[in-house]
């Protein structure tokens, strides 16, 4: 039977994938502060940094090079590590001890379900995380009176791109993943993103060279995505931003269901 579960081309959400969906909101709805906890660090950096040492920086250039207070620069930045945050947490960590320890894929495979609805389901699951911190970071900015135009509300299906793309991505890399120590290398590549994707500084403060590999990053496209609109700074390298994102999130789609078809079908 397992033999025959082999898979199709990877939809997020298949027919079955829903259920996997539904059976990670029974388990964590028993444990809601799993779910926000991921939700509070980039509050508080907005917080200390976006307020406390923008009081000492002032305005800095915007998308479209008119300045802009430091506290409406920084927070689409911290929005867009919001999303990552939750699609990675979900995808890398939770993804890993079903895989290797409780075995929870091995059990599912036993009903019809097979793995591509697996891959579909659980990246459903690490996006609707990521959103959900998405929703609860723009309710602050917008409390706050950090956006600047009505587009910020389009940063929510923005987010869920943002969510989508890393959680693939990350539930891919996952599966390469031998031990809990080896998740020092997903921490050694999500902190340099967060630290040097435009999040507290403007892009032009890098020397060219190093200018060009962070515009090829993946946060990056988020953050400019997330400040174009907040900002209302729209120009045409939005449509290069937004096809990054989709194109990675469905590579990663592909390699994670032809993964788990090898690690669970052998």
Known sequence: MITGSRIAPPLLFRTRAPRLVERNL????????????????????????????????GNVPGPDGQPIPYGVFVAPGLLATSAMNGAIYDSTFNVFFKLRHAKTYDAILSTPMNTGDVAGGEVAWALIRGTLYA?????????????????????IPAAL?????????????????RSWQDFDFITLATLPLFLFSATFYPITAYPDAVRTIVELT??????????????????ASIV?????????????LVVVSRRLD?????
Not at 26 to 48: A, D, K
Request: zero cysteines; charged letters at 10%.
């Open 26 to 57: 029974m388990v964590y709805r028993r444990t809601p502060l799993v779910i926000v906890s991921g939700f509070f660090e980039p509050l508080f950096y907005l917080l200390g940094i976006g307020f406390g040492l923008g009081a000492l920086i």
């Open 135 to 155: 929703i609860g970071f723009l309710g602050v900015v917008l409390l706050l009176g950090l956006a600047r135009s009505p587009l910020v509300v389009l940063t």
């Open 161 to 177: 791109l943002i969510g989508f793309a890393f959680a693939a991505v990350g539930m891919a890399a996952t599966t390469w993943v």
């Open 218 to 235: 993946p946060l990056y496209q988020g953050v400019a995505i997330l400040r174009q609109l907040t900002t209302g700074s729209l120009d």
């Open 240 to 252: 290069l931003h937004v096809t990054y994102l989709a194109a990675m999130g469905l590579a990663g």
């Open 262 to 266: 090898r690690l669970l079908l052998r």
